[in-house]
């Protein structure tokens, strides 16, 4: 007689954000009604809860990615969890046809994959390299706003990227165009703990001299040296060689609090607009 395998469902921790909304939505779905699935808690997971991390290891693990931070699977992965079945909201909202309760729609969709995997039929997703990141572009007047779409942004022009359980950091291409060449970039140093939005380093230009400011609390376990020799990288690759540092973060999920692409397009295309506004009047 073959015994149900426990399953620990890890939804997305985007308290106010409708990808985070739905995950939890289709997590409580699953576990009313399916037995053997235990929801999991970030926070808990996140410290290391002897508990929690029993339950982890015991069962298997399925995480629900509320949006592209995909804090769910990134915790799984750190806690040592490398076979999670990763259900993306995203991708499960974008191959759902309609829009009447589409939400709904889509948690019906997460149930359809997590019955699929109780039956024993492997689910793939296409892996996400073979798109490319999308590249949101906005022209304003002078300004040609560019954002990288599966980054998230700070409010002062600062992107994240997770990558193997750290966070990159970097300037986004409009603060690149904002400040102009800049000649001079200061970093701190490596093992430097900082709190978010602390300010860690600075960089000068033709224009200004800007504190750099971290969108994450944690620890720098690496950080960009080439900036000292070739402070241009900033302005020629932005989203690429032009980055900043490698923070190991103290809570993963504090970029819940950040914009996503579309959210940071709109800001940044309003800022635009207040330097073109003052540039008339002066």
Same mark, same amino acid.
């Given at each position: 007689?073959? #015994?149900?395998? @426990?399953?620990? /469902?890890?939804?997305?921790?985007?308290?106010? @954000?409708?990808?985070?909304?739905?995950?939890?939505?289709?997590?409580?779905?699953?576990?009313?009604?399916?037995?053997?699935? $235990? !929801?999991?808690?970030?926070?808990?997971?996140? #410290?290391? %809860?002897?508990? =929690?991390?029993?339950?982890?290891?015991?069962? %298997?693990?399925?995480?629900?990615?509320?949006?592209?931070?995909?804090?769910?699977?990134?915790?799984? +992965?750190?806690?040592?969890?490398? +076979?999670?079945?990763?259900?993306? /909201?995203?991708?499960?909202?974008?191959?759902?046809?309609?829009?009447?309760?589409?939400?709904?729609?889509?948690?019906?969709?997460?149930?359809? &994959?997590?019955? @699929?995997?109780?039956?024993?039929?492997?689910?793939?997703?296409?892996?996400?390299?073979?798109?490319?990141?999308?590249?949101?572009?906005? $022209?304003?007047?002078?300004? $040609?706003? %560019? &954002?990288?779409?599966?980054?998230?942004?700070?409010?002062?022009?600062?992107?994240?990227?997770?990558?193997?359980?750290?966070? @990159?950091?970097?300037?986004?291409?409009?603060?690149?165009?904002?400040?102009?060449?800049?000649?001079?970039?200061?970093?701190?140093?490596?093992?430097?703990? !900082?709190?978010?939005?602390?300010?860690?380093?600075?960089?000068?230009? #033709?224009? $200004?001299?800007?504190? !750099?400011?971290?969108?994450?609390?944690?620890?720098?376990?690496?950080?960009?040296?080439?900036? =000292?020799?070739?402070?241009?990288? /900033?302005?020629?690759?932005?989203?690429?060689?032009?980055?900043?540092?490698? &923070?190991?973060? +103290?809570?993963?999920?504090?970029? =819940?609090?950040?914009?996503?692409?579309?959210?940071?397009?709109?800001?940044?295309?309003?800022?635009?607009?207040?330097? /073109?506004?003052?540039?008339?009047?002066?």
């Amino acid at each position: 007689m073959s #015994t149900a395998v @426990r399953k620990y /469902i890890l939804p997305c921790a985007g308290y106010d @954000r409708p990808g985070g909304n739905t995950s939890r939505r289709a997590a409580e779905k699953l576990a009313s009604h399916h037995g053997d699935v $235990t !929801i999991g808690s970030m926070g808990a997971l996140f #410290t290391q %809860r002897p508990g =929690e991390m029993r339950e982890l290891r015991s069962s %298997r693990v399925i995480c629900i990615d509320g949006c592209g931070t995909k804090c769910a699977s990134v915790l799984a +992965d750190a806690r040592g969890v490398k +076979d999670a079945l990763i259900i993306s /909201i995203p991708e499960v909202s974008s191959a759902v046809k309609g829009d009447q309760d589409k939400a709904q729609s889509v948690v019906d969709a997460v149930e359809a &994959v997590f019955v @699929r995997e109780a039956a024993g039929e492997k689910q793939t997703q296409a892996p996400e390299e073979e798109a490319g990141p999308e590249l949101l572009e906005e $022209t304003f007047d002078k300004f $040609t706003l %560019r &954002v990288k779409g599966d980054l998230r942004y700070s409010d002062n022009d600062f992107w994240v990227s997770v990558e193997n359980g750290n966070v @990159r950091v970097g300037v986004s291409d409009f603060l690149q165009q904002m400040m102009s060449d800049v000649y001079y970039v200061r970093l701190a140093e490596v093992g430097t703990h !900082i709190q978010m939005f602390d300010e860690a380093g600075a960089m000068e230009s #033709t224009k $200004t001299l800007l504190e !750099i400011i971290v969108p994450v609390s944690g620890t720098i376990v690496e950080r960009n040296s080439k900036l =000292e020799d070739s402070p241009e990288l /900033i302005n020629e690759d932005p989203y690429g060689r032009g980055w900043l540092y490698v &923070v190991n973060p +103290d809570d993963i999920t504090e970029l =819940e609090l950040l914009k996503n692409a579309s959210e940071y397009m709109t800001h940044a295309l309003s800022k635009a607009k207040k330097e /073109i506004g003052k540039k008339v009047k002066d």
